[in-house]
């Protein structure tokens, strides 16, 4: 009965999948066909949710993007660098939702809007709350950098310091009767302690205590700076929080104003200029040339198959390179966010959160093989991976640089760690943000062993080997003597390559590297100092470094263009062969099953496991 159950249930959920899919096309098909050119106003205020859809990577594996598509925090960040130079722009108006950003994001935008603010431009934000539900001291740290925050009725102002906390579980998997056998190379390589300790080390402490007063000095020292508050007096408000709506108003001024977002908004619009009209930032994004992913493109992409198969397309694309040649130089901007893993994208049904070594590699290859592309912006947000994979795309602009002679700048977003560092260091500039996170030079690696739990519900594993080393990784069994011996030698020949490669690719001694090396994380700022990154910033210093190595004078000189070009939704599916259609969705019945199959080994009070090989992942902790 309980496998015709999980049968019925695996069916059942591919049916639905099938509906999801008829009605998620067509919801988008009839988007795309209302899709309607915006016209800007003589006199507008921009507006903006900040919230959780605005994301820097989006992407098609999760259904909602067909009725709710991801804002791109990247035409977001450009609409308010271009807003900043627009007459017609007045001000903005901000109505703050928890966006999740990381750091190195939340730095970026505050700039962006100081620098909108410095040319005559006004700037509000409304939030009904600053942590309701915990702390939300970067929150704060981001609505700061406008000139007047609203806060409504019963609202806080969560300023409770930074905190971290980590479970560290070798009493429950000793209980359970599963031993963690890993081994590292680096002090500070911590990303195996939760499964092996009770508590920090004392160098991963170390390490993330320098975090946080990083952290911590940068937010008093910046929010003192915009809201003028006393750095020494602010640092005791912003460690004794939360404050309730009166108290931040009136005892600690860290909002202007107490009101509900309709009577602000609607008293903002007369402040600034009762003729500006209201028009969301996304909509005004549309408006702009230059805009990677404007709305019509998904009218374009139903036609571009149509053109494609009348030879119009080939057409009108050799007049567009013709009147383009002689424009601005183009800059490819290639996106590399998650966990760094071998292989290639199996899509549409690929899963989200991954750099796939193949795919990037080749993004990165075919940017410096084009004669149109003068250089390449490669934009990291990883915590690493692979060490054979980072190595991978390593290679690759490698060759861009080599081969192809085009430069490449790399701009870190909120973490380039571990096997994201090994990539970076391939550069031929590294841009990173004072509270970006980056080296982790280190490598761990090993597995769990089930063993102990198998027998205490009744499953005895029996082995038969050839000898040597046959078995190492056996979920069974612990690493014994010449296992131990031999995969000890091979982390720390992969420690030794990687301090090989940052030596000679960033033109440091191997002594200079280890002295930031031992697995240990740095700010954007620390890593400064050591020489692992050449200059603080984002996208704007990123830009500017190419436009230097191009020899330009004036980023304006770049173009900056998604490559390869962002696909909508029907371009993503139709650019797969019949061959990649049947592997993905063969991977994608092959997950399903599994699924299936493993809650009904688990019912059924079985087992699974998986093997840990050697890897240059750090782990993402969380400040706050």
Not at 314 to 331: L, M, W
Not at 359 to 383: T, Y
Not at 484 to 498: N, S
């Amino acid at each position: 009965m309980i496998l015709l159950k999980y049968i019925v249930r695996f069916f059942a959920f591919i049916g639905i999948l099938s509906i999801l899919m008829i009605v998620g096309l067509s919801v988008l098909i009839v988007k795309s066909l209302k899709s309607e050119k915006v016209e800007i106003p003589e006199k507008v205020v921009l507006t903006l949710k900040l919230n959780q859809s605005i994301q820097e990577m989006t992407s098609l594996d999760n259904f909602s993007y067909f009725f709710s598509a991801p804002k791109d925090y990247r035409v977001l960040i450009n609409s308010i660098d271009h807003a900043a130079d627009d007459d017609r722009v007045k001000g903005i108006f901000i109505q703050y939702q928890s966006p999740v950003f990381g750091p190195g994001e939340i730095q970026e935008f505050r700039r962006a809007l100081k620098n909108f603010m410095s040319k005559g431009k006004a700037c509000s934000l409304h939030a009904d709350t600053f942590g309701e539900e915990g702390s939300a001291s970067f929150d704060y740290y981001l609505a700061s950098s406008c000139e007047k925050i609203s806060l409504q009725s019963t609202g806080m102002v969560g300023l409770s310091g930074l905190y971290i906390t980590m479970p560290f579980g070798k009493d429950f998997f000793e209980k359970f009767g599963i031993k963690p056998d890993f081994l590292h190379v680096g002090d500070y390589k911590s990303f195996v302690e939760p499964f092996e300790r009770d508590d920090f080390s004392a160098a991963h402490y170390e390490m993330e205590k320098d975090l946080m007063t990083q952290y911590e000095e940068a937010i008093v020292r910046d929010v003192s700076a915009d809201q003028k508050f006393d750095a020494a007096q602010f640092k005791e408000v912003f460690t004794n929080g939360p404050y309730f709506d009166t108290e931040a108003l009136e005892k600690h001024k860290l909002v202007q104003e107490i009101a509900y977002y309709q009577d602000v908004k609607e008293r903002y619009l007369k402040t600034l200029d009762e003729e500006a009209q209201y028009l969301s930032i996304f909509k005004y994004a549309e408006s702009l040339k230059d805009n990677p992913t404007d709305m019509q493109l998904k009218v374009d992409a139903l036609t571009s198959k149509l053109k494609e198969v009348s030879g119009e397309k080939e057409a009108d694309q050799n007049k567009e390179e013709a009147a383009t040649s002689t424009g601005p130089k183009k800059i490819a901007f290639i996106l590399a966010y998650g966990e760094i893993v071998r292989g290639f994208k199996q899509a549409p049904f690929g899963e989200s959160g991954k750099i796939e070594s193949y795919v990037l590699a080749d993004q990165i290859e075919k940017a410096a093989a084009d004669p149109e592309i003068a250089g390449i912006i490669l934009r990291i947000n990883s915590p690493g991976g692979s060490p054979v994979a980072s190595d991978t795309i390593g290679q690759a602009i490698l060759r861009a640089k080599t081969k192809y002679q085009k430069p490449v700048i790399i701009s870190i977003a909120n973490m380039a760690a571990s096997g994201g560092y090994w990539i970076a260091a391939h550069g031929d500039k590294i841009v990173a943000e004072e509270l970006s996170l980056t080296g982790s030079i280190g490598v761990f690696g090993g597995k769990f062993v089930f063993k102990d739990f198998s027998e205490m519900i009744g499953v005895h594993w029996r082995s038969i080997s050839t000898g040597g080393t046959a078995g190492i990784s056996s979920m069974t069994d612990v690493f014994n003597d010449v296992q131990r011996a031999r995969y000890q030698g091979v982390i720390e020949m992969l420690y030794d390559r990687f301090v090989s490669v940052v030596s000679q690719q960033r033109g440091m001694s191997k002594d200079e590297v280890e002295k930031c090396a031992k697995g240990r994380v740095w700010t954007g700022k620390q890593a400064l100092e050591f020489g692992l990154v050449d200059a603080l910033g984002g996208m704007d210093v990123a830009r500017d470094l190419m436009t230097e190595k191009l020899g330009l004078t004036d980023q304006k000189d770049l173009n900056l263009i998604y490559y390869p070009p962002q696909k909508t939704p029907f371009e993503e599916i139709f650019s797969f062969t019949d061959t990649d259609m049947e592997a993905s969705i063969s991977s994608l019945f092959h997950k399903l099953l599994m699924r299936e199959v493993k809650g009904f080994l688990y019912e059924s009070q079985g087992v699974s496991s998986s093997l840990m090989m050697p890897s240059l992942a750090q782990e993402v902790t969380h400040n706050d």
